[in-house]
């Protein structure tokens, strides 16, 4: 199954943008080319770049918090397991305090790095770390892979309270939904909200075989789903069949 996901604010579509280069990193820093450590100092830059937004910091910590709260006022219900529940809100209160102690905005300690910000001033430039451009950074290339990745681990662990505390309250959302199958009538589908509650991400799961593309749109009153048809390398057109796929809604 081919898993989608929508985000329904802008706070939870920066969530799943960093998760997205915290995984990317995580493939690459163990790989042993220099090219695969190019593309790993060039994702450890976007990841600062996402980061940079003000209030990134302390909205994770405030979702840290209020996820705390919510988990704490299931004490005494006999349907919860305490063990489990404090094992949760200890990693939340983990997240919390090594966020709560980095300096300024998630991986600003980097900036002090004049090497790695010469590479940083001209990685997006087409072509521009090339070996006659930055040969300091072309002469750590030729480095030994374990050497390379221990300079990478260390580049990396300022950013790490920070990938911690989004994969945590990533999964805490997701395991809030209950999936539920339901049918796209002609390639289309269209759900009204539930009043009362506050939707944050929408998942959706579809087979492969049925070679179908969603496009997803959504507020916090209805949900659209429109499947599409790749007919062509370049071209997708709507599909007409009654298509099923899962779906789950979190909150």
Request: aromatic fraction near 8%; charged fraction near 25%.
């Amino acid at each position: 199954m081919i898993l989608y996901e929508y985000p329904f604010n802008e706070r939870i579509r920066t969530y799943l943008r960093l998760e997205h280069l915290f995984r990317r990193l995580g493939e690459l820093v163990p790989r042993e080319h220099p090219l695969d450590h190019h593309y790993a100092i060039a994702t450890i830059f976007e990841v600062m770049d996402v980061a940079a937004r003000a209030d990134l910091k302390s909205d994770v910590m405030k979702d840290l918090e209020k996820q705390k709260s919510l988990l704490n006022g299931y004490r005494g219900n006999p349907g919860v397991a305490e063990a489990v529940l404090d094992e949760v809100v200890g990693k939340l209160d983990a997240c919390f305090s090594a966020l709560n102690s980095l300096p300024g905005k998630a991986g600003q300690s980097l900036t002090d790095n004049e090497w790695l910000m010469s590479i940083r001033s001209r990685i997006g430039i087409p072509g521009g770390t090339c070996e006659f451009d930055l040969p300091a950074y072309y002469a750590w290339q030729q480095l030994d892979a374990p050497t390379r990745q221990a300079d990478l681990g260390t580049w990396s662990q300022p950013l790490a309270p920070l990938a911690e505390s989004i994969h945590l309250l990533l999964r805490l959302l997701r395991d809030s939904g209950s999936p539920q199958k339901v049918m796209a009538v002609s390639g289309q589908f269209q759900q009204t909200l539930p009043q009362g509650r506050t939707f944050q991400l929408l998942r959706l799961r579809i087979d492969p075989a049925a070679r179908l593309v969603p496009e997803i749109s959504g507020n916090r009153l209805m949900v659209s789903v429109r499947l599409m048809r790749q007919v062509s390398s370049d071209k997708l057109q709507p599909s007409g069949e009654n298509s099923e796929f899962e779906l789950t809604l979190c909150s």
